[in-house]
């Protein structure tokens, strides 16, 4: 499969825990995005990577979340003390950018993250 | 207001219609446009993707751009119950490339 992949597909952590999700974008994509999605809406942008740069930051993105992408490859994302506001889907894609005029982004079948 | 519209449905057709799904913007610098379909829990999946206005076609699916008037559209010819899902417009500008999306469309087709 030379998708994007996300592990787990599934997480349920009491309020207080820490989590971390993993990401392996395309092989070749060299821009990787985070996104979360709430039942009834669209997803909505978190941070994206250029290789290994971490270049954007939503206002979404508290403080208790961090993302990384070491070498440029797979990516985490950690939540820190989780609330109950914090269910949600976290969905990842990748592209290749700048393409020629090819920058559509794939993504992953997300982590669904439930705090109780 | 937000910088992608969509009407939320849902939309429900009989199998066979031909199904329109759009999405209005308000960012003149959005210059790449996507579908997506997204199953229920499962991740979405990019349908068609329009660089410039105009017509695109993809089997059943036709996108269409309108610049002018900020508005897209996506057609589905001989819809089918399997075509039952939640559709995202989504469109990002040069530069920046960061999809961003509207809320869905829940379409539903009955046999």
């Given amino acids: 499969d030379t998708g994007v992949s996300q592990d787990p597909r599934h997480k349920i952590t009491k309020r207080g825990q820490n989590v971390t999700f993993r990401c392996d974008p395309i092989s070749e994509h060299n821009r990787l995005y985070w996104y979360r999605q709430t039942l009834g809406q669209g997803p909505e942008f ?34 820190q003390r989780t609330e109950q506001g914090d269910s949600a889907m976290y969905l990842c894609a990748s592209s290749f950018v700048p393409g020629l005029e090819v920058t559509e982004a794939f993504f992953g079948q997300g982590t669904r993250l439930t705090v109780v | 207001q937000k910088e992608v519209e969509q009407d939320p449905g849902p939309l429900s057709v009989p199998e066979g219609a031909i199904v329109s799904l759009n999405c209005t913007y308000s960012n003149s610098a959005f210059q ?33 751009v309108d610049k002018s008037s900020k508005y897209i559209s996506l057609f589905i010819r001989d819809s089918q119950p399997s075509d039952s899902a939640t559709y995202l417009c989504a469109m990002s500008a040069r530069g920046s490339y960061i999809p961003t999306f509207g809320r869905g469309t829940s379409l539903i087709v009955h046999p």
């Fill in chain 2, 32 to 64: 790449y446009f996507m579908w997506y379909r997204q199953y229920s829990r499962k991740g979405p999946e990019l349908l068609m993707y329009t660089y410039s206005s105009g017509n695109k076609e993809d089997g059943r699916f036709t996108a269409q």
């Fill in chain 1, 46 to 79: 978190l941070t994206y990577f250029q290789n290994e740069a971490q270049l954007e930051k939503s206002r979404l993105l508290s403080d208790r979340f961090s993302a990384e992408r070491p070498k440029g490859s797979f990516s985490t994302l950690e939540i």
